[in-house]
T-cell receptor
Framework: NAGVMQNPRHLVRRRGQEARLRCSPM?????VYWYRQLPEEGLKFMVY????????ESGMPKERFSAEFPKEGPSILRIQQVVRGDSAAYFC???????????FGDGTRLSIL | TQLLEQSPQFLSIQEGENLTVYCNSS?????LQWYRQEPGEGPVLLVT?????EVKKLKRLTFQFGDARKDSSLHITAAQPGDTGLYLC????????????FGSGTKLNVKP
């Protein structure tokens, strides 16, 4: 998974706090996908972004969750007022373009106390 | 939502044995990918299959895409402890971008 950097690797938050997860794409990649993975389960698509644009957010919860991919800097997945059910591993994958292989980061493990 | 079901959910075998894991759906996919994921890491792409009936080999791993592009299998010959991991299949819906639907995975443990 060299190249796609996610940080932090582990994040602990108390209920009601905000969580910010960052994803820096591989060099040359301008497409970012965010996924959520619960223990012993596969990955669930959340959102697909290109630079400065949200292309598809059909997998995002309607409230508290937002994502951005600014012109400069990493993509951010933001969860406001976290609840215990938000505990999961969050992965991003990046590609050079649509219909190109996705390269995954090593994820951020979010724990809510 | 296009569902992919993987079976078996868990598999524990001895080194040297052969095994097959399955990925089934009622939906047609334009392509299907297999990943392996190790604890604490992200999924790593093993193969992409695109054509119905396609067979791809990667050393001891053989991947097959069903004729109707609804199912796939992964066969491992002479499994080794290094094959241990979570094997995930993901189907591409064929929309304008790679929107993948992941199965819940097969957790493989190969005992030395």
């Amino acid at each position: 998974n060299a190249g796609v950097m996610q940080n932090p690797r582990h994040l602990v938050r108390r209920r009601g706090q905000e969580a910010r997860l960052r994803c820096s794409p591989m060099k040359g990649h301008s497409h970012v996908y965010w996924y959520r993975q619960l223990p012993e389960e596969g990955l669930k698509f959340m959102v697909y972004l290109q630079k400065e644009n949200i292309i598809d957010e059909s997998g995002m919860p309607k409230e508290r969750f937002s994502a951005e991919f600014p012109k400069e800097g990493p993509s951010i997945l933001r969860i406001q007022q976290v609840v215990r059910g938000d505990s999961a591993a969050y992965f991003c994958a990046t590609t050079q373009g649509s219909n190109q292989p996705q390269h995954f980061g090593d994820g951020t493990r979010l724990s809510i106390l | 939502t296009q569902l992919l079901e993987q079976s078996p959910q868990f598999l524990s075998i001895q080194e040297g044995e052969n095994l097959t894991v399955y990925c089934n759906s009622s939906s047609v996919f334009s392509s299907l990918q297999w990943y392996r994921q190790e604890p604490g890491e992200g999924p790593v792409l093993l193969v992409t299959v695109v054509t119905g009936g396609e067979v791809k080999k990667l050393k001891r791993l053989t991947f097959q895409f069903g004729d109707a592009r609804k199912d796939s299998s992964l066969h491992i010959t002479a499994a080794q402890p290094g094959d241990t991991g979570l094997y995930l299949c993901a189907g591409d819906s064929g929309e304008n971008f790679n929107k993948f639907y992941f199965g819940s995975g097969t957790k493989l443990n190969v005992k030395p």
